[in-house]
């Protein structure tokens, strides 16, 4: 299916192209030089695991964001670089592992990647409206961002504890202890913080089409369709709470993302629909998430520090419920053309 999909792309890619320069001879004399995107977003859009570190490893301008070559802002990036629409793309990606809504607009964000960090920790890096330099040259703009800001792998973990212990995480959200947010107001919250964040993104970037990009099904349809405890899959939640995840927390966070990108009148991907029966439950070469471990590149680390959980005895690394690279390669697709449509109004 990603094959024929591809060559879907390619072939609008051509057609678009020949059309806008038989239509405006003229329009490509006064115009720049190349197209500009900026890809902000957190792990599932930098990629952590998944291809060639970028930067390389041991080169100095490393920064701690794990951003990788086969996320799919690289994908992407390669295919308008094939078939360029109309003219290049210039793509400026400043996505970071483990950001936050606040990183991308407000907040200084502190890098936590386990890959070769200096002896003091990384140190903190500018908003991603700020690297990215996001201005009224700005043409493109895709964000991936809003999971860190619940925080889906804290509840996730929650989910894990919860199960081991006999008891279920949804109790826990619906009526959670003190100094705990219920679920309704997690996503109430990240609703208003993506609302300060798009407002943000436009003011930075006025004249750019902006693109957001939901997250794929990570979870299964059916809870029972996992193994339980199995860490390449989703260790100890409960089928109940898997069931739960994905309807009342993952469907949720997507719909508040669409809801919110409606409202602005940005373009919205949707990754989930055909990233169903590929989940971190499904068997390699069908899954296109890792589970808790999973296969990762060689120089990702087996084990979380002051965790207890450590995937070597299991030859796997420690990949945390995250696309891998055919994840990624679905995603890719269907942001690459949102970009050429977004390219083709502007």
């Known amino acids: 299916m990603r094959h024929v999909s591809r060559q879907r792309v390619r072939a609008l890619a051509v057609g678009l192209a020949l059309t806008a320069s038989t239509l405006s001879p003229l329009a490509s004399a006064g115009a720049a030089d190349s197209y500009q995107w900026a890809a902000l977003g957190d792990s599932y859009t930098a990629g952590g695991f998944v291809g060639d570190p970028l930067p390389p490893l041991g080169d100095a301008s490393r920064d701690g964001c794990d951003r990788t070559t086969n996320a799919y802002p690289d994908v ?16 400026t990606n400043v996505s970071c592992g483990n950001a936050t809504i606040a ?8 890098p936590i990647s386990p890959v070769q960090p200096p002896a003091d920790g990384w140190p903190t890096v500018p908003t991603q409206i700020q690297r990215a330099q996001l201005d009224n040259k700005t043409d493109v703009v895709t964000i991936g961002v809003g999971g860190n800001s619940l925080p889906f792998g804290g509840i996730l973990l929650k989910c894990q504890e919860t199960g081991l212990l006999g ?8 009526n959670p202890p003190a100094g705990e947010e219920s679920m309704q107001d997690k996503l109430a919250r990240v609703q208003d913080e993506y609302i300060e964040m798009l407002a943000k993104v436009h003011e930075a970037a006025p ?6 990009v939901g997250y794929p099904a990570v979870l299964p349809e059916q809870g029972s369709d996992c193994t339980r405890f199995s860490l390449t899959q989703l260790g100890a939640v409960t089928p109940a709470d898997i069931n739960w995840l994905r309807d009342d927390v993952l469907k949720q966070l997507n719909n508040t993302i669409q809801r919110v990108s409606n409202f602005f009148g940005d373009r919205y991907v949707d990754t989930y629909s055909s990233s169903v029966g590929h989940d971190a439950c499904k068997p390699a070469g069908t899954k296109w998430v890792e589970g808790i471990c999973g296969d990762a590149a060689d120089y990702w680390p087996t084990s979380l520090p002051g965790t207890l959980l450590n995937c070597a005895p299991i030859n796997k690394r420690l990949t945390l419920v995250h696309p891998n690279a055919a994840g990624y390669a679905n995603t890719a697709a269907h942001v690459e053309r949102a970009i050429r449509i977004a390219l083709l109004e502007r």
Do not use: M, W
């Open 76 to 91: 992407v990036d390669r295919e308008l670089a094939e078939f360029p629409p109309g003219k290049p793309v210039h793509l």
């Open 103 to 110: 990183d991308i607009a407000t907040d200084r964000q502190k």
């Open 167 to 174: 008891k279920s995480c949804r109790d826990y959200y619906t």
């Open 207 to 212: 004249n750019a089409k902006v693109i957001t």
